[in-house]
């Protein structure tokens, strides 16, 4: 855990709001990636591309465990790039404003030897951008 990236965002909606946002296959593509036929079942695998047209990363995630409205976890690979594995975490927690999330990416210290664009500050980027700007827009409107 100790290279880890820890990203945690508070957002005033229901634990529930943010769960629906974070495993509707409907409302992924809204904010996040789209992965049309995703569903929060452990041992589904999906792949999917970044948004836009350059598709230049392939995505391969594989659900590990799912506790409704407070836990979402799954691999995050490319497989175009290297079989490693990485772990993706996403916990919710309720309180009277809103719900704390709480992203851990592990493992992406052994992705860095694939360039810039697999660093932990180009990840930890990615996932501030994801939870404070896009999924926090989406759930505001």
Do not use: C
């Amino acid at each position: 855990m100790e290279n880890s990236i820890i990203v945690q965002k508070k957002i005033n909606e229901s634990v529930e709001r943010v769960w629906q946002a974070l495993t509707d296959k409907k409302e992924l593509p809204l904010w996040y990636f789209d992965i049309a036929d995703f569903e929060a079942e452990v041992g589904k695998v999906y792949e999917f591309y970044e948004p836009g047209e350059e598709k230049k990363y392939l995505h391969q995630i594989e659900i590990l465990e799912v506790i409704q409205n407070q836990k979402l976890k799954h691999t995050w690979t490319y497989p175009t790039f290297s079989e490693e594995k990485t772990f993706v975490t996403w916990e919710l927690k309720s309180d009277d404003s809103g719900t704390l999330i709480t992203l851990t990416h592990e493992g992406t210290e052994k992705l860095k030897d694939l360039g810039e664009g697999f660093s932990k500050e180009s990840f930890t980027q990615g996932w501030n951008s994801i939870i404070g700007q896009s999924l926090n827009l989406y759930l505001q409107t």
